[in-house]
């Protein structure tokens, strides 16, 4: 094994990655792990729907437009989230490793790693996390993998964390890595402004997902962080089309600019209609808009013509435990309508809060079955009792939607999933 201390080596990759092409990062990774005493690296980053880890390209796979299309180019490997070694460890967050037999004795761990040397080598799978934002798993072969080179391998996959997320809002080349077919124009409007999937400190989690990803139309949602205050938002537009993306995209810069100014949820709300009236007229859009003070717990929120939140308390929804009168949509042009009341509750350590577009909820199978609030809540309710992560809850809760429509939503869905847990503080 190499001699380098730890923190050398990962000074050296720090040092390397301010000017480092994305497309130079597996080998990067490659070089750094066998300094750390592996012999083979690579990195896997999930497809923007959460359906497969895929292995970054090589730099050469890299510079070719169209690799995988039929000209001569290799597809990149693909390995399962839900039926695979890989898999588990993303989705649990948790390292995983080969049986002691070796690379050759798991269907998921061959293939792209690098110096597998034959029966002997073992292969483990650490999960990339950016903060607490899964980003895909790093793919880690050696003769031993013991505890003390296990933390060297997490060590080099929170620094590829950092260098994913820092290269990725410019980077073509991941971007087309993580997409499995071409986005609408609606969609890629909407995805330019989100923020990150998952965000969260000691005290609380935020974690939310939306469908269609490539062809959603008004759905979107914000969240952030801060000091002490947790901002959450979910708008969804009326209509499906290019201008219900444009209204979204601006009742979201409306939200943002005010709150960042100092105002408050009555201003938010106040300022989007008035965007909306100016630029939009005749597009409606309803919103839930909240503030969780992390520090009490204290819950302040809006509603705009939106399903209420729902709490989810003792692995279960409390049925009607926010619910208030429905201040009427933003955007009706013409009406005098005061500003929407600001709703107030107080949370308990532990408890999570559920935001959901009607597209959740009124999804209907070929039969016209509602997907409904008790489906709803038994899966997410069964996901985090189960102790999976807030991000793991969502996506399955996503999965079984799609199932219940057969893979085609006549809506956008979306979900946001906000956790209280002063106690890990």
């Not at 935020?206 to 759905?219: C, F, K, N, R």
């Not at 500003?339 to 909820?361: K, Y």
Request: with cysteine; proline share 7%.
């Amino acid at each position: 094994m190499d001699s380098d201390p730890l923190g050398s080596v990962l000074a050296d990759v720090l040092a390397s990655s301010h000017r480092l092409a994305p497309r130079a990062i597996p080998r990067l990774v490659q070089d750094t792990g066998r300094r750390l005493g592996l012999t083979g690296a690579r990195v896997y980053v999930a497809d923007l729907q959460q359906h497969t880890l895929v292995a970054l390209p090589s730099p050469e796979q890299a510079g070719r437009r169209g690799a995988g299309d039929g000209d001569g180019t290799v597809e990149p490997e693909r390995l399962l989230v839900d039926n695979s070694l890989a898999g588990r460890a993303y989705r649990t967050e948790t390292a995983q490793l080969s049986r002691p037999e070796g690379a050759g004795g798991d269907s998921d761990s061959g293939g792209g790693g690098g110096g597998n040397g034959g029966g002997s080598e073992r292969t483990g799978w650490i999960p990339i996390v950016d903060g607490i934002g899964r980003i895909g798993v790093l793919r880690v072969t050696a003769p031993e993998l013991d505890p003390p080179l296990l933390h060297r391998c997490e060590a080099l996959a929170g620094l590829v964390a950092m260098i994913l997320a820092t290269k990725q809002p410019y980077s073509d080349v991941l971007t087309r890595t993580m997409r499995t077919q071409p986005m609408s124009l609606q969609a890629e409007l909407l995805w330019g402004f989100l923020p990150p999937r998952t965000i969260g400190t000691a005290a609380v989690t935020s974690s939310a997902l939306l469908e269609p990803a490539y062809e959603v139309g008004g759905d979107t949602y914000d969240h952030c962080l801060a000091g002490d205050l947790l901002h959450l938002t979910l708008l969804d537009a009326m209509g499906h089309d290019l201008a219900s993306g444009g209204c979204s995209a601006t009742a979201l810069a409306a939200c943002r600019s005010t709150r960042r100014a100092g105002g408050g949820l009555d201003d938010i709300a106040v300022q989007i209609d008035r965007t909306l009236e100016r630029w939009l007229p005749e597009r409606l859009l309803t919103c839930v808009i909240a503030v969780l003070d992390t520090s009490t717990g204290r819950l302040d929120w809006i509603n705009c013509g939106h399903p209420p939140p729902l709490l989810i308390r003792d692995r279960r929804i409390v049925s009607g435990a926010l619910d208030r009168p429905s201040h009427p949509p933003l955007g009706l042009t013409g009406y005098a309508i005061p500003p929407p009341p600001v709703h107030t509750a107080h949370l308990q350590p532990g408890d999570r809060l559920l935001l959901i577009t009607d597209g959740v909820t009124d999804a209907r199978s070929a039969t016209g079955e509602l997907f409904g609030e008790e489906r709803l809540a038994d899966i997410v309710v069964r996901a985090l009792s189960d102790g999976l992560p807030a991000p793991e809850a969502l996506r399955r809760l996503i999965q079984q939607i799609l199932v219940h429509q057969d893979q085609r939503l006549s809506d956008d869905a979306t979900v946001l999933l906000a956790e209280w847990h002063p106690e890990r503080g």
